[in-house]
């Protein structure tokens, strides 16, 4: 794959088994994963894993990555905002469950997100707790697996999705 696709990760919030994935695909398939967050992240020693620690502060990691993401990149977050801004500027976005956002649907996560904020605000909901485990993990690594053969064969081609 080379060195010219990178994996950026809004790591502050990344689950420990995507983090593992990701290092490993680095490793074997041979791209840089960039994990950004505002406090240490464990990473393997691996010549294909960066750490950037950004500043303490709302939206640093995200603003980081937004200011280095091409459109030949992949990004990992589950931040839906970042997610909306991002599809905008061209990489691949997708979360750490395995959803691919897209043009066509991270407006309407977006909305749902922001409604569902309010209705929390408002002491009118609470949020389950959203469990992460096999299944999620699974879902996760295939969605990964896919997407960077796409990006892998689109940057032999040297086109895009």
């Known amino acids: 794959m080379g060195e010219s696709m990178r994996v950026f990760i809004d790591a502050d919030s990344c689950p420990v088994r995507v983090r593992e994935i990701v290092c490993k695909a680095a490793k074997k398939r041979n791209f840089l ?23 303490e502060g709302e939206g640093r990691a995200d603003a ?19 997610a909306a801004e991002l599809v905008e500027l061209g990489p691949v976005v997708i979360n750490d469950r395995g ?11 977006l909305s749902i997100r922001n409604f569902m904020k309010e209705l929390r605000d408002a002491g009118l909901y609470e949020s389950p707790i959203g469990l992460f485990g096999r299944k999620e ?6 969605t990964f697996d896919r997407i960077l053969t796409q990006l892998e064969k689109q940057s032999r081609k040297g086109g895009s999705l």
């Open 137 to 142: 993990v699974k879902a996760f690594a295939a």
């Open 33 to 55: 994963a960039i994990f950004a967050a505002n406090r240490p992240i464990p990473l393997p020693r691996n010549r294909n894993v960066r750490f950037i620690h950004v500043e």
């Open 99 to 109: 959803d691919l956002y897209t043009r066509e649907n991270v407006r309407e996560r």
């Open 64 to 82: 980081f990555i937004k200011e280095q993401v091409g459109s030949g990149d992949l990004v990992i977050t589950r931040d839906i905002p970042l």
